[in-house]
């Protein structure tokens, strides 16, 4: 009889074994994810453009409309457009290329990212590329290229580079 106790016993600690097991399954994965909107943005534009794609189809954001909006203005990108309603709405962006077919953006180059965000005053905002690129800033007078935000006589987050 007393073989039996044991093995009771012994049982639930077997159980309860396997549910520590189990929970460790379960737990959260360490690390967080973190959406990086604007770099996803730049980077699929710049590989759409690598391969020759004529558009490309992105989650929308209203970010990412006016800085689509705002590289339309600047030359880089055709044309741009809000597809679908609510939950299903993607931003459409029709790529420009040269009568060569070499895609019109060079190179871009994310200064703000996530993690470190970088601010610049109107002092600090110099042409890119002796003028021959653009920097997208976010201000409180909402998504500007440095041209414009040295008119306005105003500083904000430096998003990225594009030349």
């Known amino acids: 009889m007393d073989t039996c106790e044991t093995s009771t016993c012994v049982e639930f600690v077997f159980e309860k074994l396997l549910m520590k097991v189990i929970s460790q399954?379960?737990?959260?994965?360490?690390?967080?994810?973190?959406?990086?909107?604007?770099?996803?943005?730049?980077?699929?534009?710049?590989n759409?453009?690598?391969?020759?794609?004529?558009?490309?189809?992105l989650p929308y954001s209203k970010l990412r409309h006016s800085i689509a909006n705002k590289l339309v203005e600047a030359g880089y990108v055709?044309?741009?457009?809000?597809?679908?309603?609510l939950a299903q709405k993607k931003l459409s962006l029709t790529l420009k290329y040269s009568e060569s077919g070499q895609h019109t953006i060079n190179g871009v180059k994310r200064i703000s990212k996530p993690g470190r965000?970088?601010?610049?005053?109107?002092?600090?905002?110099?042409?890119?590329?002796?003028?021959?690129?653009?920097?997208?800033?976010?201000?409180?007078?909402?998504i500007l290229t440095?041209?414009?935000?040295?008119?306005?006589?105003?500083?904000?987050e430096r998003l990225f580079m594009i030349w």
Not at 48 to 57: E, I, N, S, T
Not at 78 to 85: D, H, K, P, Y
Not at 118 to 132: C, D, H, N, R, T
């Open 25 to 46: 399954v379960l737990r959260k994965v360490v690390g967080n994810m973190v959406s990086d909107t604007v770099g996803d943005l730049i980077i699929q534009i710049q």
């Open 146 to 156: 440095d041209d414009e935000a040295r008119k306005k006589n105003v500083g904000g």
């Open 78 to 85: 055709a044309a741009t457009e809000a597809v679908g309603e």
């Open 117 to 142: 965000r970088l601010y610049a005053q109107v002092s600090e905002i110099y042409p890119v590329k002796f003028g021959k690129g653009n920097l997208i800033l976010s201000t409180p007078a909402g």
């Open 48 to 57: 759409a453009g690598a391969v020759g794609k004529h558009q490309v189809l």
